[in-house]
């Protein structure tokens, strides 16, 4: 059974930094896609990147402008998201998911970890 555990979330300040990890076990990952959402109360869950385990392929939504970096470390089966300039906007539950590389639906998701930015 495939799980992912978050961590690194916080409060920071506009401008600030912080990168999250989520951890996963269970599965062969060299065979996944790993990825981050992200939502914010009232509001819709929203993708944010992806990463490729194989490749280290990656994607972003556009809404980012560059300043978030998904990554990932093979030999702690761990997945990053360094996000940078954070705006009060950022503020939101941030979920790791991941799908098999073909699959369409991802299936298997993180508790979240709380990311705050104050103005």
């Known amino acids: 059974q495939v799980q992912l555990v978050e961590s690194g979330g916080g409060l920071v300040q506009a401008g600030g930094s912080l990168r999250l990890s989520c951890a996963a076990s269970?599965?062969?990952?060299?065979?996944?896609?790993m990825a981050w959402f992200r939502q914010a109360p009232g509001k819709e869950r929203e993708f944010v990147a992806r990463i490729n385990w194989n490749d280290g392929s990656t994607y972003y939504a556009d809404s980012l402008e560059g300043r978030f970096t998904i990554s990932r470390d093979n030999a702690k089966n761990t997945v990053y998201l360094q996000m940078n300039s954070l705006k009060p906007e950022d503020t939101a539950l941030y979920f790791c998911?991941?799908?098999?590389?073909?699959?369409?639906?991802?299936?298997?998701w993180g508790q979240g970890t709380q990311v705050t930015v104050s103005s």
């Open positions: 269970g599965g062969i990952f060299s065979r996944y896609v």
């Open positions: 998911a991941s799908r098999a590389v073909f699959a369409t639906i991802y299936n298997y």
